[in-house]
């Protein structure tokens, strides 16, 4: 007689047993201290990656404003572009191609100009490079949040004074 046909079980092969839930919540756990160390250091860094359309736009718009003076020597009236369209920053604030800043000219003569990238919407959660700003002499200047105390930070977002 079998032992099935007695009423007993066989017991089952050691392969196909499965996991416990031990083993289970273990590998929860570790995909919950990799998720908590991945997400924020990722979130980082695309916040930091957004930087670089401020820097494109302060570095586009200074570059034009410097031909237009070479050629008439004078920063007033001068185009630029931001988003690819032909706009003035500097009679009006204009957001930048993806909405991650806001270009403006808050300081602007005849013989001198300052462009100012403001973050907007997501991108102020990049405390650290709030502000960031160009002159027509090359200085590059950047700010932090006042959450963030508010200080100077150069080298942070622009990678050089």
């Not at 369209?85 to 909405?99: F, H, I």
């Not at 990049?126 to 160009?134: A, G």
Request: glycine share 8%; hydrophobic share 40%; aromatic share 6%.
């Amino acid at each position: 007689m079998r032992p099935e046909q007695a009423g007993m079980t066989r017991p089952a092969a050691r392969g196909s047993r499965g996991f416990s839930l031990i083993e289970l919540m273990v590998t929860v756990a570790v995909v919950a201290i990799l998720s908590a160390i991945a997400i924020p250091a990722y979130n980082s860094y695309v916040l930091r990656s957004h930087r670089s359309e401020a820097m494109n736009a302060l570095t586009s718009n200074r570059q034009q404003l410097e031909r237009c003076y070479s050629q008439n020597f004078s920063y007033l009236g001068c185009p630029t572009t931001v988003g690819g369209a032909a706009t003035t920053v500097c009679a009006a604030a204009v957001s930048t191609t993806n909405g991650y800043y806001q270009v403006s000219c808050p300081v602007l003569t005849a013989t001198t100009f300052q462009l100012q990238a403001l973050a907007l919407g997501r991108q102020v959660q990049d405390s650290s490079c709030y502000s960031m700003t160009v002159t027509n002499s090359g200085l590059q200047a950047a700010k932090a949040t006042a959450a963030a105390g508010g200080g100077v930070t150069t080298l942070t977002c622009w990678g050089s004074n």
